[in-house]
């Protein structure tokens, strides 16, 4: 654990655990709204976003390519709601229709647009690249004190703790209606709670969080954290207070132990090449969503007993 | 150069994928109706991500044994064998543990998509690998299509079609009512599973076509749009194969004409367009239908309103209601009632009355339950009814 860590490893891992608690976070309320799957809208419709964000101002840069992302979700949640109140349609069809449609819109205008010269393309969006987010001016654990080296910083960081700061403060603050509106709805609108703008809200923090993790670490990230680490803490406790905190640990745990396995899991089996962090958080997520549901004490339904199919 | 393509004048190659893609278009259309009428559409997603694992581990253990990795039927075989385990793992999280389906959707399609690009990575690193075109999976790629390709796409949609068909009662029974059929004595599980091996055929023969995220949408798409049209599930399926097939046919076509034409999302984008034809134009259940109903419904309620105020001599205010009569040639533009507009005025209080008599009088109860105060009673009862009505309503002792 020397210089060597912190030049390769100490940023992306960092990277890696807030993305993955900054997701996961959000996740937990979504789990048990039963709206599981809009991470994995938002994270497809991501790609259409940050083309055309792309295509408009002609570079690629973080700030313009967020907010087209960030656009291109708002423009996902508004178009599969129109679908399912016009058409009268179950809102797992109406968001299947809407995110392959937006997605294959992506992968078109990227394949019609000249994006050779940049470093854009529908792989990078899928797993993104973790592992080159790479610390080059520290020296040591002793540049964590030194400014010049801290500049040096590659600005993912920075910009996914802002996010994770921003998740856990909304969520801290909107404790309490959120978890009224999430548990009885009918009992929140009655002591005059905006449930509709609650969970649109839960949404948009959903969708910020989704888009700033997508840009450091790719979507299929994203989609793992917002569900495997809550879904393990649902069978570990009946609590909410416990099943965030949880999650906030199987999210940490997924993300440290992926990325290790990840770039050093290889070299101790003899192999050369690291696979992808990417990959191996969400697998590293799975394991632990598995154990738990094969082991968790509250993995059952409440009322059902353990010998009932 | 379109014209040419969709005549399938672009020579053998676009031929063969045109014709493939429009067979596999039917057969994902007519098995995702069940998905969809069932309302599982996206139980799709976990297979179509849960095969890239399969497909890794297929090219690895091919080229371990000395084969070609690249070899279709293998990889196909592979990626079935992946997408049913993670079939597996959502019903077993969906019947054994707390979580909701969509919850267990969610984590076996990032898990095990996860756990593919981790072995993609693997092979990469392979010496044998490093042209392996396994990526082409992801986003589906007809350009080095061969004749066995085809043929096994081909066969594998038409074989797909035929199964869906002979167990369409079934499957139907099931999407519609699960504790209905099992109180037929009809094996609800294994019905479903036939459901979703289905999918999960047509998943992977559509792999190298469309590719595994995009492949969802051909079976999510077609039924959601073919819904619209018609209220028969026998219809729906046939519909939903058709406009299926004309998405890959089509798709498949266009994209021939370019090389900068990706056939998956292109066959994607020709279906969602589709979809939105369908959502706004489908008669009775299309959003112009709708439309078009409500406010013909609104004209009828204001213009009655406005006849009955104008027959017992009210003064009428509101604007949709003049507007309305005076475009009918009802009233004047001062607002004073023409020669039409006071025959109509008068039969529209005489209605009114015999229906006041009518829902007093038990003797009429059934033809009461049918009162709205739209429908005129000529409607509903016949003349000798009305006479006897008419007689009731003259006042007793003039004559």
Not at chain 1, 105 to 129: C, F, I, K, P, R
Not at chain 2, 202 to 208: F, R
Request: proline share 4%; with cysteine; charged share 10%.
């Amino acid at each position: 654990m020397g210089e060597e860590f912190v030049v390769l490893s100490l940023a992306p891992m960092l990277i890696g655990v807030f993305a993955a608690v900054a997701c996961a976070i959000p996740g937990n309320f979504l789990l048990l709204r039963r709206q599981a799957l809009i991470g994995d809208a938002i994270s497809h419709v991501v790609l259409p976003g940050i083309v055309v964000a792309f295509l408009v101002t002609g570079v690629v840069a973080a700030w313009p390519m967020m907010l087209g992302a960030g656009g291109a979700s708002l423009v996902a949640v508004g178009l599969i709601e129109a679908i399912r109140r016009l058409g009268g349609i179950e809102p797992g069809a109406a968001m299947g229709v809407v995110f392959t449609a937006m997605f294959a819109g992506g992968v078109l205008l990227l394949e019609q647009s000249d994006t050779s010269s940049v470093h854009l393309d529908v792989e990078h969006a899928l797993y993104g690249n973790l592992e080159s987010l790479i610390w080059l001016d520290a020296q040591g654990w002793a540049s964590l004190a030194d400014i010049g080296a801290l500049r040096g910083l590659p600005p993912e960081l920075p910009r996914m703790a802002l996010t994770l700061v921003l998740v856990t403060g909304l969520t801290w603050v909107f404790w309490r209606p959120l978890k009224l509106s999430t548990f009885d709805e009918a009992f929140a609108r009655t002591v005059g709670l905006p449930v509709s703008l609650i969970g649109l809200g839960l949404v948009v923090v959903a969708a910020i969080a989704a888009v700033a993790a997508f840009d450091a670490v790719g979507s299929i990230i994203v989609i793992a954290m917002f569900i495997c680490p809550p879904a393990a803490a649902r069978m570990v406790t009946n609590g909410l207070e416990a099943q965030v905190a949880w999650s906030i640990g199987f999210a940490v745990l997924s993300a440290v132990l992926g990325y290790v396995l990840a770039g050093y899991g290889p070299l101790w089996l003899g192999f050369d090449d690291a696979v992808s962090a990417a990959g191996m958080i969400a697998t590293v997520s799975g394991a632990i969503l598995g154990l738990a549901a094969a082991f968790g004490p509250c993995r059952h339904r409440s009322g059902v007993s353990a010998s009932a199919p | 150069m379109i014209w040419d393509a969709l005549t399938l004048q672009l020579g053998y190659n676009a031929t063969l994928v045109t014709i493939g893609a429009a067979l596999l278009g039917m057969a994902a259309g007519a098995t995702g109706t069940f998905l969809f009428l069932g309302k599982r559409a996206l139980v799709s997603d976990a297979i179509s991500h849960a095969t890239l694992p399969g497909v890794a581990l297929a090219f690895v253990v091919m080229v371990a044994l000395g084969g070609d990795g690249r070899a279709l039927p293998g990889l196909l075989v592979g990626s079935a064998l992946s997408a049913a385990v993670g079939l597996l793992c959502v019903s077993a999280l969906t019947n054994r543990t707390r979580l909701s389906e969509d919850a267990a959707i969610g984590a076996v399609l990032s898990v095990f998509f996860g756990f593919g690009i981790v072995l993609l990575t693997v092979i990469q690193s392979m010496n044998s690998g490093r042209q392996a075109g396994l990526e082409s999976f992801l986003l589906g790629s007809t350009a080095g299509m061969l004749w066995q390709d085809a043929m096994v796409i081909a066969s594998g949609g038409a074989i797909v079609l035929l199964l869906v068909a002979a167990f369409r009662r079934p499957m139907t029974m099931v999407a519609f009512d699960r504790v209905f059929a099992a109180s037929l004595a009809m094996n609800v599980p294994r019905v479903e599973l036939a459901m979703m091996g289905l999918a999960l055929a047509i998943t992977v023969v559509g792999l190298k076509v469309v590719g595994l995220i995009l492949i969802v949408a051909l079976l999510i798409i077609p039924a959601v749009a073919a819904r619209f049209w018609t209220d028969r599930v026998g219809h729906v399926v046939i519909s939903a194969g058709l406009i299926g097939a004309v998405s890959g046919y089509a798709g498949a076509a266009v994209s021939a004409t370019a090389p900068a034409l990706p056939t998956g999302p292109i066959i994607v984008l020709v279906a969602f367009a589709l979809f939105i034809l369908s959502l706004l134009t489908a008669p009775n259940r299309g959003v112009f239908a709708v439309v078009l109903r409500h406010r013909r419904f609104r004209a009828r309620v204001h213009v009655r309103q406005g006849l009955l105020a104008l027959a017992q001599g009210q003064p009428i205010y509101e604007g949709l209601t003049l507007r309305l009569m005076r475009r009918r040639g009802l009233i004047r533009a001062d607002g004073v009632a023409t020669e039409l507009g006071r025959t109509q005025a008068g039969k529209a209080l005489r209605d009114e009355r015999r229906w006041q008599l009518l829902r007093s009088d038990p003797a009429y109860e059934e033809a009461a339950a049918s009162y709205d105060g739209l429908t005129p009673l000529d409607d509903v009862l016949t003349p000798d009814q009305l006479g006897a009505l008419d007689r009731e309503l003259q006042p007793k002792g003039v004559f």
